[in-house]
């Protein structure tokens, strides 16, 4: 996902001389030539994310359109404050774009861990959060964020699907288990693990690539009474949105993602879905599980 | 604490700064009866010379992308700055009677949104001077060579990391359309042992020390920068004066 961003953002720079770019370090090797076609706009101020949040919010006040690049928990978590007021507060915009999703480098340790990035922006008002499932999904999502005026973030992964699911965020059923069923929504790269573990099961599994703004309406047409949220970053993060566009109908959720707790553990980010439960026998423990009462 | 008892500077602020409005009236406006802390005055001056000599900045320009920038970063130094607002032009006197009221415009910090000629929101200290380098960025990668960005600090704001993230690489990438001017009232908890502009120094930049008070000096430190390099000017305000 990493070089599709690379090479769109590169594009975009060379097509819109609004588009300018901010980096901490991280992937300024790859942005290299690009930095040398447009000094002034790939603007790489060192290990600083403080000051990286703070120059896109001048950029944008000036008219152009900022894309933030850095490790999830350095973009997001390190620099939330300026990302409240140096853009937010503002009324300045920025595309965020992130490496290093949850625990895609879990050998490093908790400091490149960011289940919580995607809850952060929640907090915030007006923001778009895209959340590819695959590498083929990122140059469109990254071409319609710059392109609009409000605020977004993508959040790319090492961890991917199958193949792409294009559309612009809305759920889309991968898999429609007929009237009464269950509704799965997947989003991102869970989708393969959520449609191995509920094989079988009278689930219907819908896709989206963008958790905010949650497509309710859709949510809405499609669920009958159990929901079932499958997110890769901190569990419970669409919960909210979930139950607030569900307030009138009796419904059950279970939210599913990763868990608050420090592992501790090194090892791969398929070691990480496993002892989270995300990969597709632990999908499918927390969902029969879940389902077994309405079953009875 | 500097009080508004010390009225003798208060009478030289009520001079009129362009024949419209005195400062002095329209700062007894917004005080309406309360005490300010010494960071305001300590403040005025500087804002004073600004406004009058060294910002192109007018209310028919406040949209103009050529116009300098002047980005407020001690945001809780308003009083003053609210006052000029209103003696130039950029906002009615009349939104100075109800700072921080309910249908107020005016907060104990400024918010860009809401108030015309405001170029920043601020409040939370350390976040002035990364604004100002990214509109310094924004100006030159859009060919606006002519305007100047101005960030107004305090010694005790230079507290905070970010400045220091923003210093540093201003003067690596020569941001010569930069200029950030220190009030220093000595309020930093543990000071600043060597002089604050040598923090700047050291990183490229060109300072000028001068006395917060004196219009001339300050004129000519904030018109002092050769062109290559981001610029400093403290404005140094010794206690009781």
Do not use: C
Not at chain 2, 134 to 157: F, K
């Amino acid at each position: 996902m990493r070089d599709r961003f690379v090479e769109t953002t590169t594009a975009l720079l060379a097509e819109d001389p609004r588009t300018a770019l901010v980096l901490a370090d991280i992937s300024a090797a790859a942005f290299a030539p690009a930095a040398r076609r447009h000094p002034d706009r790939v603007l790489n101020v060192g290990i600083r994310e403080q000051l990286m949040l703070g120059v896109a919010g001048g950029l944008a006040l000036t008219g152009l359109r900022p894309i933030v690049h850095s490790y999830a928990p350095f973009l997001v978590e390190r620099a939330y404050e300026q990302i409240k007021l140096d853009l937010d507060h503002q009324d300045a915009s920025a595309v965020l774009v992130s490496v290093g999703a949850s625990y895609d480098r879990a050998a490093a340790g908790r400091t490149h861990l960011s289940p919580a990035d995607v809850s952060l922006i929640d907090t915030l008002h007006g923001w778009t959060v895209h959340v590819p499932g695959h590498p083929d999904e990122v140059p469109a999502l990254l071409r319609a964020a710059v392109a609009a005026e409000e605020s977004a973030y993508l959040r790319l992964s090492t961890l991917s699907n199958g193949g792409p699911h294009g559309g612009d965020g809305a759920l889309v059923v991968v898999r429609d288990a007929g009237p009464g069923a269950a509704l799965l929504v997947a989003v991102g790269p869970t989708l393969d693990a959520a449609l191995a573990a509920t094989s079988g099961l009278p689930v219907t599994v819908a896709y989206t690539h963008r958790p905010h703004p949650f497509d309710t309406a859709g949510l809405r047409a499609l669920v009958d009474r159990e929901v079932i949220l499958v997110e890769p970053y901190l569990a419970g993060t669409s919960a909210r949105v979930v139950s607030a566009a569900l307030t009138d109908r009796p419904h059950r959720l279970l939210a599913l993602g990763v868990t608050r707790e420090e592992l501790r553990r090194y090892g791969s980010a398929e070691d990480h879905t496993r002892w989270h439960g995300l990969d597709a026998s632990g999908l499918r423990r927390s969902i029969t599980g879940f389902l077994s009462p309405a079953l009875v | 604490m500097t009080t508004l008892a010390t009225t003798t500077r208060v009478a030289e602020a009520a001079a009129p700064l362009d024949g419209r409005k005195p400062v002095g009236q329209l700062l007894e406006r917004v005080r309406a009866g309360r005490q300010f802390t010494s960071n305001v005055l300590s403040t005025l001056d500087v804002l004073q010379v600004l406004y009058d000599r060294v910002l192109r900045i007018t209310p028919a320009t406040v949209d103009d992308p050529d116009r300098d920038r002047f980005l407020l970063s001690k945001g809780h130094a308003v009083a003053g700055y609210y006052a000029l607002l209103a003696a130039k032009g950029f906002i009615p006197p009349d939104w100075l009677d109800d700072q921080g009221g309910p249908e107020s415009r005016l907060g104990d910090h400024p918010d860009r949104t809401l108030i015309p000629g405001v170029e920043i929101g601020s409040g939370s200290l350390g976040h002035g001077l990364g604004l100002g380098v990214g509109t310094a960025l924004g100006l030159r990668a859009q060919g606006l060579l002519e305007p100047r960005v101005y960030v107004l600090l305090g010694d005790a704001e230079l507290d905070e990391g970010s400045n220091h993230e923003a210093i540093a690489y201003a003067g690596a990438v020569g941001l010569a359309n930069l200029t950030a001017i220190v009030v220093d009232n000595f309020s930093a908890t543990h000071g600043w042992p060597g002089g604050l502009a040598t923090r700047f120094t050291a990183n490229g930049w060109t300072a000028a020390t001068v006395d917060g008070r004196d219009h001339t000096a300050l004129h000519t430190a904030l018109t002092g920068h050769h062109g290559h390099r981001p610029h400093l000017v403290v404005a140094v305000i010794e206690e009781g004066k």
